[in-house]
């Protein structure tokens, strides 16, 4: 009888294995049919740099209003091929979050130094090497009063990533990249 080998990580978990080219062409979640696809607009595109292990924002949106850098408060798509293999949110400006995700370094990872998602991500989009585009939704700051004075304030996107992914929940077809339960 053989004995099962348990991996010398002590953080292994299900985010050690990567996404991977075949996993995609399964995909079955296209941008074009997406249900909330009107309220995404193109954002910028994230190039995969093997050599430095991150991921560096390219091509963004002239936009004045989708600036990478300033805007915070979005949920975001990534979509490779015109499939949607994530959704996110941030209260952050995006490329802080980017930021993020290249602390999922291999050795800060193996150090259990970085968060599973950010490490499960990076991985994946370097190992498989393609350009990502990025689409984005920006809530509408609201009303509110606060301590008898009425002010703009920005909604947590929080709220609106959690209302798509049960909407495409409901529908059977999570984000490959989608690994929180």
Not at 64 to 92: A, E, P, Q
Not at 108 to 127: D, W
Not at 143 to 160: L, S
């Amino acid at each position: 009888m053989t004995k099962k080998k348990h991996s010398a990580n002590k953080y292994s978990n299900r985010n050690e294995n990567f996404v991977t080219s075949e996993e995609i062409e399964k995909v079955d979640l296209y941008l074009e049919n997406f249900q909330y696809r009107d309220y995404f607009s193109f954002l910028c595109k994230l190039r995969p740099n093997q050599k430095d292990e991150k991921l560096e924002v390219i091509d963004e949106t002239d936009a004045d209003d989708f600036n990478v850098d300033k805007r915070s408060g979005l949920v975001y798509l990534f979509v490779l091929d015109g499939k949607i293999l994530k959704v996110g949110s941030t209260i952050t400006p995006f490329v802080k979050r980017v930021q993020s995700y290249n602390t999922g370094k291999t050795r800060y990872r193996i150090a259990g130094k970085n968060s599973t998602t950010n490490y499960f991500c990076l991985q994946s989009f370097l190992k498989l090497g393609k350009v990502i585009d990025v689409y984005a939704f920006f809530p509408e700051t609201e009303a509110a009063d606060i301590f008898g004075t009425v002010m703009d304030v920005e909604p947590n996107p929080k709220h609106w990533e959690r209302k798509i992914l049960a909407a495409l929940a409901e529908e059977g077809r999570k984000p490959v990249l989608c690994t929180q339960r």
